[in-house]
Structure formats: C-alpha cells, structure tokens
C-alpha cells in the first residue's frame, strides 16, 4: 500500500485522502459520472419510463371508466328513486280512494239501514197512534154509559131513590154540553 499512496504523491505513513477530493482522479470521475449517468438516462428513458408512463395512463383510464360507471350507477339509482316515489304517490292515491270508496259505502250502507229503521218507527208510530186514537174513541163513547151508571149508584145512595134511565142519560148529555 505505501507503494500506490508514494506513486500518488503521498508520503509514508500519511492517510490517502477522500478519493473524489483528489484532484489528480476528477478527470476518469467526470468520464465514470457522465457515462454511468448516461447509461441510466438511457435505461430510464427506453425501459423504465415508458413502463411507468403506461403504468400512469392504464390507472387514469381506469379512474375514468370508473367515474363514468360511479355516474351511471348514480344516474340509474336517481332513476329508480324517483320511480319508487312515483310509485309510493300512486300507492298513497290509490289508498286514498279505496279508503274514501269505503267510507262512502258504508255511509251509503247506513243511510240506508236508517233510513229504513226511520221508515220502521213512522209506521209503528202511526199504528201506535191509530190504536190509542180508537182507544180513546172507545173510552170516550163508554164514557157516557160508565157516567150514567155512576151517576145512579150516587143518586141511589145519597137520596135513596129510583131515577131512570132517561133521566140519568139527559143528565149526563147536559153536562157534557
């Protein structure tokens, strides 16, 4: 070793300085640097790159594909909401009807039910009223008969005599009068 640091211009028992600090190698460093870059450049340009750049271009493609399918999914899935809000409309319609068809049916239904029960009370209040009417009539024709009768017994008893019939029945026609 004391024979390559001697022939480099250091002396014995001296430490080699940092290689790329020698000033008498930066000439093969500069060739070795510009060729090793030059190597690399190429590599990157013909192989790498090219790779990556397809690699790139691959990805966006594919984030655009699946930003239009995102969008369609999202066009479709608005769709289909608004159709089963349409949907629901019509179903709340229809149930509004069938409710209101139900409801008018049934009134139409007791209207007639209480129409006939009404229908059912005229009649027997009317036959009602017929019976007492002759009843009444009744009563009062026998009014008379049941006066005179009550009228005897009272002039039987108080007075103790005999009046007759026609007499009691003028009596009784006087005071009706």
């Known amino acids: ?5 001697t022939e480099v211009g250091i002396e014995a ?8 600090f020698q000033t008498e190698t930066f000439a093969s460093q500069l060739l070795w640097l510009a060729l090793t870059f030059g190597l690399f450049y190429v590599l990157m340009a013909k192989v790498a790159l090219p790779r ?14 699946d930003l239009d399918e995102a969008n369609r999914l999202k066009d479709e899935s608005d769709a289909a909401i608004a159709a089963y809000e349409q949907e629901l409309a ?15 049916k049934s009134k139409a ?5 209480r129409a006939g029960v009404e229908a059912d009370l005229t009649t027997k209040i009317t036959e009602a009223e017929t ?3 002759g009843i009444k009539k009744k ?10 009768d009550t009228a005897s017994s009272i002039v039987s008893e108080l007075f103790g ?10 009596a009784v026609s006087g005071a009706k009068g």
């Open 131 to 133: 019976r007492i009417a």
């Open 13 to 20: 028992g001296a430490k080699a300085p940092f290689p790329p």
């Open 1 to 5: 070793m004391a024979s390559t640091n």
């Open 161 to 170: 005599g005999k009046v007759t019939k026609a007499e009691i029945a003028s």
């Open 52 to 65: 990556i750049s397809s690699i790139l271009e691959v990805r966006s493609d594919r984030i655009a594909q």
């Open 90 to 104: 019509e179903a709340k319609s229809r149930a509004h009807a069938i409710a209101q068809e139900a409801r008018d």
């Open 139 to 148: 009563a009062m024709s026998e009014v008379g008969s049941i006066a005179e």
């Open 109 to 113: 239904e007791l209207d007639a039910t």
